[in-house]
T-cell receptor, first 115, second 110 residues
Framework: SAVISQKPSRDICQRGTSLTIQCQVD?????MFWYRQQPGQSLTLIAT?????????ESGFVIDKFPISRPNLTFSTLTVSNMSPEDSSIYLC????????????FGEGSWLTVV | GENVEQHPSTLSVQEGDSAVIKCTYS??????FPWYKQELGKRPQLIID?????GEKKDQRIAVTLNKTAKHFSLHITETQPEDSAVYFC?????????FGAGTRLTVKP
């Protein structure tokens, strides 16, 4: 499976600020996904990021709140904008398994706490 | 879209006993069903998966069964150990559109 690195791993953020999470993969991947996991909850897909096109957002998530970049096949960023305490979550970058297909592998996650 | 339901939400077993977690899905086009284990403070890790052309798959103490007609699949852990304690998530996917169950918190008591 691909090695997926996320930065930051943890952060405490002030209400109203924005934070950009970076995701780096050690191999080229077609599809990258951003998930949110609120405390004690399951994983919810925010958006799918393909290189060379705009991200596709799931219901309940909008580009103004969660802008995403995908400049190449190994890198993506997710920005959480104008944060509120409700945005306190783990944000997980993930990629598809390429060879195995459909399999989703997760980065180590970015633990954000908004105060 | 796909909807995945997972039961039970919590499960407590004695070490050495078996644990079974069940999931149902709604989209008959789903063709890939992974299971993830998430330990406290860590990311979800893929532990086993099954594709729609297979009814059962086993990997040591872990097995997954799939009933496509009934649209349900299950995770079976035998001879449970304290290190199996974690939250387990099932998921169903159709061409990379993956949806997760709500999770099961498994506690294995020594």
């Amino acid at each position: 499976s691909a090695v997926i690195s996320q930065k930051p791993s943890r952060d405490i953020c002030q209400r109203g600020t924005s934070l950009t999470i970076q995701c780096q993969v050690d191999s080229q991947v077609t599809m990258m996904f951003w998930y949110r996991q609120q405390p004690g909850q399951s994983l919810t897909l925010i958006a799918t990021a393909n290189q060379g096109s705009e991200a596709t957002y799931e219901s309940g998530f909008v580009i103004d709140k969660f802008p995403i970049s995908r400049p190449n096949l190994t890198f993506s960023t997710l920005t959480v904008s104008n944060m509120s305490p409700e945005d306190s979550s783990i944000y997980l970058c993930s990629v598809d398994g390429q060879i195995s297909g459909n399999t989703i592998y997760f980065g180590e996650g970015s633990w954000l706490t908004v105060v | 879209g796909e909807n995945v339901e997972q039961h039970p939400s919590t499960l407590s077993v004695q070490e050495g006993d078996s644990a079974v977690i069940k999931c149902t899905y709604s989209d008959s086009a789903s063709n890939y069903f992974p299971w993830y284990k998430q330990e406290l403070g860590k990311r979800p890790q893929l532990i086993i998966d099954i594709r729609s052309n297979v009814g059962e798959k086993k990997d040591q103490r872990i097995a997954v069964t799939l009933n496509k007609t009934a649209k349900h699949f299950s995770l079976h852990i035998t001879e449970t150990q304290p290190e199996d304690s974690a939250v387990y998530f099932c998921a169903a996917s159709n061409n990379n559109d993956m949806r997760f169950g709500a999770g099961t918190r498994l506690t294995v008591k020594p």
